[in-house]
């Protein structure tokens, strides 16, 4: 197992054919997982169990490539785990999962619940654990990013990245492509833009 902290230099797996995403949190809280699908045309997909302004709630993308397993909720189990599931195919250039505290479901922070991505490669046997070690205490802070699953020609890149919201929103991440650079010309970087999608529907207990 591979343990990874903001800033790290990414890690490459073996690329196999699919990836699994697994975000767990205390189950004294209700968090949500949802994933931002970046395809190789430049268009971005949500996989969510809830809405978004213009965007309704979708279990997979329209492919099926990237599945979300189901909603948990609240519970006594100490640890609540939701997965998400990456069928690797030519279209899928990277996808971010998301963990995400609804202003409605109550307040609390990342750091208090422990919000930890384990992201696994199958058959491969190599495993990586994100931990949002770096979360302060702000319980206005709605969404919490710890990583980036790119997928390349010959490889599955996990680029560790613990990024929040900003104090307050509720709008979603999407995701850029940056060209260029000093020191490599022509070469493109997947840039997470914390708030710059959707605002989530507000959900309910």
Known sequence: MIKMSKGDNPVSLAKTASVTARMSWSSN???????IVLRT?????YV?????VGVPAQSSTADGAVKHLG????GTQGTATETIEITLNDSIRAVVPVAYSAKSNGTGSFFRYRVTLELDNGVAGDKVVIAAE???NDDRVYSCVPG????????????????????GSENRPTL????????????????????????NEHKWP
Not at 176 to 198: F, H, N, S, W, Y
């Open 41 to 45: 045309n430049g268009e971005i997909e």
């Open 71 to 74: 909603d948990v909720g609240r």
């Open 134 to 136: 770096n979360a302060n």
């Open 148 to 167: 980036m699953v790119e997928s390349t020609p010959d490889s599955v890149v996990i680029h560790a990245l613990e990024q929040y919201s900003a104090r």
């Open 29 to 35: 809280t209700d968090y949500d997982l949802l994933a």
């Open 176 to 199: 850029a492509v940056q060209r260029g650079g000093l020191l490599r010309k022509g070469a493109e970087t997947i840039k997470v833009v914390m708030d710059g999608g959707p605002e």
């Open 48 to 52: 969510a169990t809830f809405d978004a």
